[in-house]
């Protein structure tokens, strides 16, 4: 047997030597041999990378470093004396990490349930018979057949093959079908070998007998697969963004506690182990225990929202790199346009013809003028018709119900030829039937063309279609107003003109011609297929999706660059990339050839400039990515081929699609597409951004709380202990872990503030917590309610005859004071919860009571701090007592000022500045 070789060494290989050097015959192989080389090459299958087991993925949700601040913190609480704070740390902790863990799995089970595998079954010749067998025990040496419609198991050298027309576009991004034969031609770039076939493609058209070279992951699609494997997962922005910020909260609390120790021991003079408990209590105090849950819930909302638009995210920290994301390398077909091959213009020597509708539905016209045409009125166009679909092998399955895609058995060029003779109200059967079929000389990529024989009203007539410059080379005739004429040099130019116009728009041409035969003749292709009357041209393209304008445009607005990294032609690429708006034409459209010259200095510097990558090998579209990350660049990738799976690995976020993405392209893929649309790339940029500031808000709001939970403390030690602590630490975690988690969460639901997709990306080495947040939240909300907080402590001291009783032994009056002190922290917390909502815009603009989830965390903190109050057993374990009236006037004057002077702070940021 042989040894492991790629299918395109074996193209010029002749038959008879290959069949000796697999050992194997036109008749198969034994049962005997195949089980041999099941136990030697293994089976026909593409193995997934390793993945970890459900356990190490649960616990790798209590092990980030945020999750062990808290375990850390828990054990701080519980030796400074304080079991119930340990416990409500650890149980914040656990709840989190089950979350997580349920949320990731349950993304990771919907992805799976996207997975499109290999074919699973290929009849083979075995023993002599014709087998169907599972496509996973296809081994080197198998006879296998092809058949329109069939995916392709393994990568195969063809024995024989009629009109076979390959699908390649898992392998080359490029969308139109390769044509197959027999006869080996090296072909334009990789995996065009004429004679060799290759896993995870499809056979649009004909069908072909194979032998098998290559199977499982030693196919090109296996190889590819594995490069995707071999990568380490990258640490999102996100992940390193939070570990940032837990060294931030770390370094300031224990900074605070040692300052908190220092004082108790020599302004105080606190004995040391009081001291020290007194200092955790202030560490413990200043870590946001409700952070992990709360960044969690808001990645989770943010993948929900994802979801219902179309974009299913498999790891929640990818939620936030999306809104980081500066460039965009998005695949042509499918993704930027609608893989639906559509026919928009015809070209007569009489006359230019629009063709209006889009896709594989009949839902457009062909117009005559002003008037749409109907089948039967002009010669010359009705028979360029009759030959579109007449010279056609492909069925169009029109949609069941609405919002469902057409189903074609054959290729996209012959569906759109279909749907053009639907718009001009053709009946295909009743044609078919008139005009029956004689015999056929299928397409190959040596002539270029197809023809059938036809007999129309007892007369043999050849109908061809073809690429035009081989088809105009043996007409000698052209029709033009319905007459015959001979074809002259003059109207060659007219013809080749009008196709380099075409062309120029990036749009493809399919010449159409006949020739009347002889009944008595021998139809022989060679005698056939010369002295054609020319007919025409039919001008078709893959039309851009409707949405992708808007979506390019929110794109530029928002600073984000796109790239199209593409393996379809350069012509096609720079039109489509034109037409939508993504480059000027002065952009530099770079061939995967030109690329594979190029130095990375030379690519350094063509990506600081408009490009284009056509024709591009999967390794180049992986250089392309990293190239761009060393410049400090964002990158989001776009594929569907397991070409794009090493790029979509290696990007920050790999976007895949669910419709069309092969298995290794969902796999490698951070984010899959449900509807292969870049528009929803656009939309979970939005949410990525939206997602990021929510995070923010989330950090003011609950920042803002620590000062006047710090302010108490500072006024125990200043008074040297005079003054009793105005908050216990009990009541300090309701706070963290109580009144402020679901107005917390509200605010992880907020929607995009107006304006998000107008601001540029946020820069590479921005952090969450940055200057603004900490000076608005410590230096605005938090000393305000500092303030605030401090008078209602001093206000219900007064009231009860301080200083002249002693409060500390007062028992009622001491515990009513620190419920003050408490309330009035929850009320100006109510008022931050409204105020973080936007950074700039106002309130108002937003709706006050549009985010029911902050208004339901209102009452609750409402309701909440009623019950600690008023029932008895919460009084005893938080130190609290009811409030009476004057107090409660204080606290309800609190929320609207709060709320008004914040947007009058706001009104003057938005000002615009002379």
Same mark, same amino acid.
């Given at each position: 047997m042989k040894e492991f070789k790629t299918a395109g060494d074996y193209a010029q290989v002749p038959i008879k030597q290959l069949y000796q050097q697999f050992e194997t015959s036109?008749?198969?192989?034994?049962?005997?041999?195949?089980?041999?080389? @099941?136990?030697?090459?293994?089976?026909?299958?593409?193995?997934?990378?390793?993945?970890?087991?459900?356990?190490?993925?649960?616990?790798?949700?209590?092990?980030?470093?945020?999750?062990?601040?808290?375990?850390?913190?828990?054990?701080?609480?519980?030796?400074?004396?304080?079991?119930?704070?340990? +416990?409500?740390?650890?149980?914040?902790?656990?709840?989190?990490?089950?979350?997580?863990?349920?949320?990731?799995?349950?993304?990771?089970?919907?992805?799976?349930?996207?997975?499109?595998?290999?074919?699973?079954?290929?009849?083979?010749?075995?023993?002599?018979?014709?087998?169907?067998?599972?496509?996973?025990?296809?081994?080197?040496?198998?006879?296998?057949?092809?058949?329109?419609?069939?995916?392709?198991?393994?990568?195969?050298?063809?024995?024989?093959?009629?009109?076979?027309?390959?699908?390649?576009?898992?392998?080359?991004?490029?969308?139109?079908?390769?044509?197959?034969?027999? +006869?080996?031609?090296?072909?334009?770039?990789?995996?065009?070998?004429?004679?060799?076939?290759?896993?995870?493609?499809?056979?649009?058209?004909?069908?072909?007998?194979?032998?098998? @070279?290559?199977?499982?992951?030693?196919?090109?699609?296996?190889?590819?697969?594995?490069?995707?494997?071999?990568?380490?997962?990258?640490?999102?922005?996100?992940?390193?963004?939070?570990?940032?910020?837990?060294?931030q909260i770390s370094l300031l609390a224990i900074s605070i506690g040692v300052l908190f120790f220092i004082l108790a021991i020599f302004f105080v003079h606190y004995p040391i182990a009081k001291s020290f408990i007194f200092a955790l209590g202030m560490i413990v105090a200043f870590i946001p225990e409700g952070l992990l849950p709360t960044v969690t819930l808001s990645l989770a909302q943010g993948v929900q929202r994802m979801a219902k638009k179309h974009a299913l995210v498999k790891d929640l920290s990818s939620v936030e790199t999306l809104g980081e994301t500066t460039v965009i390398c998005s695949d042509k077909t499918g993704t930027l346009t609608q893989n639906q091959m559509t026919i928009n213009h015809i070209w007569l020597p009489s006359g230019d013809y629009v063709v209006s509708g889009q896709g594989y539905v009949n839902n457009g016209q062909i117009m005559l003028g002003q008037q749409p045409y109907i089948f039967g009125q002009k010669h010359d166009l009705d028979l360029l018709l009759q030959i579109s679909v007449l010279n056609n092998n492909t069925t169009v399955k029109a949609p069941a119900t609405v919002g469902e895609q057409a189903k074609i058995l054959g290729t996209p060029t012959e569906a759109a030829l279909i749907i053009l003779a639907e718009k001009a109200q053709l009946d295909l059967s009743t044609l078919q039937t008139k005009l029956p079929r004689q015999q056929e000389f299928p397409f190959d990529s040596e002539r270029k063309r197809m023809t059938t024989i036809q007999l129309v009203n007892g007369q043999p007539v050849a109908y061809i279609k073809g690429a035009l410059d081989g088809l105009l080379a043996i007409s000698t005739t052209i029709l033009d107003n319905g007459q015959v004429r001979n074809l002259t040099e003059q109207d060659r130019r007219h013809i080749l003109a009008a196709n380099d116009h075409y062309a120029a728009a990036g749009l493809r041409s399919l010449a159409m011609a006949y020739r009347e035969l002889n009944p008595q003749a021998n139809w022989t292709q060679a005698a056939v297929e010369q002295g054609l009357t020319f007919v025409g041209l039919t001008i078709m393209a893959d039309p851009p999706r409707l949405e992708i304008y808007a979506a390019v445009a929110k794109c530029h607005a928002a600073n984000i660059r796109i790239i199209m990294v593409t393996g379809d032609s350069a012509l096609t690429a720079k039109s489509i990339a034109c037409k939508i708006g993504i480059t000027s034409d002065q952009a530099r459209v770079v061939t995967g050839t030109e690329l594979a010259n190029m130095s990375d200095a030379d690519l350094k510097a063509a990506l600081s400039s408009e490009l284009i990558f056509a024709r591009v090998a999967p390794e180049q579209k992986y250089r392309v990515v990293t190239m761009l990350q060393s410049m400090g660049e964002v990158v989001a990738s776009t594929g569907d081929g397991v070409n794009d799976a090493p790029a979509l690995k290696k990007a920050d976020i790999g976007v895949a699609m669910g419709m069309t993405g092969t298995d290794v392209a969902k796999d490698a893929a951070d984010m899959i597409l449900t509807d292969d649309n870049f528009a929803s790339i656009v939309a979970a940029i939005e949410e990525g951004r939206t997602v990021y500031s929510n995070i923010q808000k989330f950090l003011?709001?609950?920042?803002?709380?620590?000062?006047?939970?710090?302010?108490?403390?500072? !006024?125990?030690?200043?008074? /040297?202990?005079?003054?009793?602590?105005?908050?216990?630490?009990?009541?300090?975690?309701?706070?963290?872990?109580?009144?402020?988690?679901?107005?917390?969460?509200?605010?992880?639901?907020?929607?995009?503030?107006?304006?998000?997709?107008?601001?540029?990306?946020?820069?590479?080495?921005?952090?969450?917590?940055?200057?603004?947040?900490?000076?608005?939240?410590?230096?605005?909300?938090?000393?305000?309610?500092?303030?605030?907080?401090?008078?209602?402590?001093? @206000?219900?001291?007064?009231?009860?005859?301080?200083?002249?009783?002693?409060?500390?032994?007062?028992?009622?009056?001491?515990?009513?004071?620190?419920?003050?002190? @408490?309330?009035?922290? +929850?009320?100006?917390? !109510?008022?931050?919860?409204?105020?973080? /909502?936007?950074?700039?815009?106002?309130l108002f603009k937003i709706g006050l009571f549009s985010n029911r989830k902050i208004i339901g965390g209102i009452v609750f903190e409402i309701l909440l701090l009623l019950a600690l109050m008023y029932l008895p057993t919460l009084q005893l374990i938080f130190n609290t007592a009811p409030l009476h009236g004057a107090e409660w006037l204080y606290l309800l004057a609190i929320p609207l000022p709060l709320l008004l002077i914040e947007e009058t702070r706001k009104y003057w940021l938005r000002r615009p500045v002379n």
């Open positions: 036109a008749a198969g192989l034994s049962s005997h041999e195949v089980q041999v080389r @099941l136990a030697t090459y293994g089976h026909n299958t593409i193995q997934r990378g390793q993945r970890q087991s459900q356990f190490k993925l649960f616990i790798k949700n209590f092990t980030s470093l945020m999750a062990i601040l808290l375990w850390i913190s828990g054990i701080i609480a519980l030796f400074a004396g304080m079991l119930e704070l340990a +416990i409500a740390i650890w149980a914040v902790n656990l709840i989190n990490g089950v979350f997580s863990f349920w949320q990731e799995h349950a993304a990771q089970k919907a992805t799976n349930s996207l997975r499109q595998m290999l074919p699973a079954y290929t009849q083979v010749l075995r023993d002599g018979q014709q087998q169907q067998i599972d496509a996973a025990d296809l081994v080197p040496g198998d006879i296998f057949t092809i058949q329109a419609g069939n995916s392709i198991s393994a990568d195969a050298y063809l024995i024989s093959a009629t009109g076979l027309q390959v699908d390649e576009s898992a392998l080359t991004g490029e969308s139109v079908p390769e044509s197959k034969s027999v +006869i080996y031609h090296p072909g334009d770039g990789k995996f065009a070998e004429t004679n060799i076939v290759y896993a995870g493609t499809t056979a649009a058209s004909g069908n072909a007998q194979a032998i098998a @070279l290559n199977t499982g992951m030693n196919t090109e699609f296996g190889q590819i697969a594995q490069l995707t494997q071999n990568q380490r997962p990258n640490v999102s922005p996100l992940q390193k963004e939070l570990n940032h910020l837990t060294q003011l709001y609950i920042l803002n709380s620590n000062l006047p939970e710090a302010a108490p403390s500072v !006024i125990f030690l200043f008074s /040297r202990g005079l003054i009793p602590l105005p908050l216990t630490v009990m009541q300090i975690l309701t706070v963290d872990l109580g009144t402020d988690m679901l107005p917390a969460l509200g605010l992880g639901a907020e929607r995009s503030e107006p304006g998000i997709m107008e601001q540029p990306p946020r820069k590479h080495n921005a952090h969450l917590l940055n200057r603004r947040i900490l000076w608005t939240a410590f230096g605005w909300y938090g000393l305000i309610a500092a303030v605030l907080s401090t008078i209602g402590y001093f @206000l219900v001291n007064y009231a009860n005859d301080w200083p002249q009783i002693n409060l500390a032994a007062s028992g009622g009056v001491y515990q009513q004071a620190t419920t003050m002190t @408490l309330a009035v922290i +929850i009320f100006c917390q !109510i008022a931050a919860a409204l105020n973080c /909502r936007t950074q700039y815009s106002s």
